[in-house]
């Protein structure tokens, strides 16, 4: 006599499961891995980088002699210590130092009196003659 239990096939352990309906979508890469994705995000970062370091010199190409700026008593890193005096007069204070590798450095100090009491700064820090950059406090 038979059971119902021995006229089932037995079960196999490390048997392959059946595909499913869609074999396309279940071998598809994840998006971030298709080829497309991947080239538009490299281009997209790729002008970026190329947009961060054309912005640097992007003034300079648009103004070269920093003519339009000196006229507006605005300075911008880059300009000479000809250029700066010629667009903010001179400074109150210079200090000069000079790094190990014997580079020359400047620190130029305005002072801007607004009456007896209030006074403001403004600081440009040059290398070599040229303006690499500034603040000022209110």
Same mark, same amino acid.
């Given at each position: 006599?038979?059971?119902?239990? @021995?006229? $089932? &096939? =037995?079960?196999? !352990?490390? *048997? !392959? $499961?059946?595909? =499913? &309906?869609?074999?396309?979508? &279940?071998? &598809? !890469? =994840? #998006?971030?891995?298709?080829? @497309? ?17 054309? +912005?640097? #010199?992007? !003034? ?22 000809? $250029?700066?005096?010629?667009? +903010?007069?001179? =400074? /109150? ?7 190990? *590798? ?5 620190? +130029?100090? /305005? ?11 403004? /600081?440009?820090? #040059? ?7 500034? +603040? #000022?406090?209110?």
């Amino acid at each position: 006599m038979t059971t119902h239990r @021995e006229s $089932q &096939a =037995p079960a196999v !352990p490390n *048997a !392959p $499961q059946t595909a =499913p &309906a869609d074999a396309s979508a &279940a071998t &598809a !890469p =994840p #998006f971030l891995c298709r080829r @497309e994705v991947r080239v538009t995000i490299y281009m997209l970062l790729g002008t970026f980088v190329l947009l961060m370091l054309g +912005w640097r #010199f992007l !003034p300079g190409l648009l103004d070269p002699t920093f003519e339009k700026h000196i006229q507006e008593k605005r300075v911008m890193a880059g300009m000479t210590k000809d $250029q700066v005096l010629k667009a +903010w007069g001179g =400074p /109150y204070t210079i200090h000069v130092s000079h790094t190990d *590798a014997g580079i020359r450095r400047e620190e +130029w100090i /305005y002072e801007d009196w607004k009456d007896a009491s209030k006074v403001s700064h403004r /600081y440009l820090y #040059f290398e070599e003659g040229l303006l690499v950059g500034g +603040w #000022f406090s209110k």
